[in-house]
């Protein structure tokens, strides 16, 4: 059965160009009605533009489909919100996707740069999100797909300020994973790599050609389909390859004792334990926590 998404209203951030726009297209080829946002500023996040926006929507039409622009900035996420609401009635999925960069190592990245790429992908991503989910909760629908990034996963050099970023929206999906389940909302992460003016001076031009973004984009239509029941997890997704990234706790090293027990002297002597990943015998199991009381469960076990 194809998946189709007759009757759904998404929202696709920051879908004029590279990644978003190809989930835009995707989706009102399905049947969406699609509110294709997007600011149309630098890759640094400087000035803005309707034309991006503009361009998707018309491309949309052209092809039968519906859509319409909002050029916000992710910021002002309920204007976002509204748009969908004035045209479509509402909103059942959110594709939180708007990003820039700022890339400098940590010891020359201005606080602005810092502030302004966790405000961006961040807080635009809370705001665009709180605006929808009243109407998620009322109609017991909602399916939210976060864009993180290999690097809030892993660190990478220089992006200090999106790394912090990327790793937040993780938090917030899992969080909302949870507050939503009764709700029938769902909500996922993507660690997507994929050619777009963020990568293309990157990566060479073999490797583009290979991580194009219409290779990413089928795995964040299934997460918005009203089929997908799967909530809180993460997803790298690039050239072919969709695979699950999830946290895993090493079998660590129980302590058990009087107080002398506790002491820096003897992390120091049993590091190598509390860091190892193997089965132990008479210890806690590795395992892959997915919520706290995961973690409490350790001391029962112990
Ligand atoms: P892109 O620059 O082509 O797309 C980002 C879009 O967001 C642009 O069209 C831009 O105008 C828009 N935008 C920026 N700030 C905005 C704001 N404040 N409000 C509204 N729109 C805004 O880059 P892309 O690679 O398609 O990136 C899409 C998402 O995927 C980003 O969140 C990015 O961090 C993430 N990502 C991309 C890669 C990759 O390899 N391309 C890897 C990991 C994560």
């Known amino acids: 059965m194809p998946l189709d998404f007759k009757d759904k209203v998404v929202i696709v951030t920051g879908a004029g160009s590279g990644l978003g726009k190809v989930y835009a297209l995707d989706f009102a080829a399905r049947g969406a009605k ?3 946002n997007d600011l149309g500023g630098s890759l640094k996040g400087d000035g803005a533009s309707s034309k ?5 929507v018309a491309e949309i039409k052209a092809a039968g489909g519906q859509a319409v622009a909002n050029y916000d900035n992710v910021l002002d996420g309920a204007n ?3 748009t969908a609401v004035e045209a479509f009635g509402t909103v059942h999925v959110i594709i939180n996707n708007a ?4 890339d400098s190592a940590f010891k020359n990245m201005p606080e602005k740069d810092f502030k302004l790429v966790l405000d961006v992908h961040l807080n ?22 976060n864009t993180a990034s290999p690097a809030g996963l892993y660190g990478n050099f220089g992006q200090a300020n999106y790394a912090t970023a990327k790793l937040a929206l993780v938090g917030f999906a899992e969080t909302l994973a949870k507050e939503g389940a009764k709700y029938n909302i769902r909500a996922n992460v993507i660690a997507p790599l994929a050619k777009s003016r963020m990568t293309e001076d990157l990566l ?7 991580i194009l973004p219409e290779k990413v984009s089928p795995l964040v239509q299934y997460l918005a389909h009203a089929d997908n029941q799967t909530s809180g997890a993460i997803f790298e997704v690039a050239g072919g390859f969709f695979g699950q ?4 706790r090493s079998s660590g090293q129980i302590f058990r004792g009087d107080e002398e027990t506790f002491t820096p002297e003897a992390i120091l002597n049993q590091f190598d334990s509390i860091m190892d990943f193997g089965e132990k015998p008479f210890n806690v199991k590795t395992s892959y926590p997915t919520q706290v009381s995961d ?3 350790i001391l029962e076990e112990s």
Do not use: C, H, M
């Open 34 to 36: 699609v509110v294709v």
């Open 52 to 56: 991006n926006a503009d361009i998707v």
């Open 80 to 82: 976002i919100v509204k």
């Open 99 to 102: 990003g820039i960069l700022r």
């Open 124 to 145: 635009g991503a809370y705001k665009v999100t709180k605006a929808a989910w009243p109407y998620f909760r009322d109609q017991k629908y909602g399916r939210i797909v």
């Open 204 to 210: 060479p031009p073999d490797v583009l050609e290979k």
């Open 245 to 248: 990234v999830k946290w895993q």
């Open 295 to 297: 973690y409490l469960s």
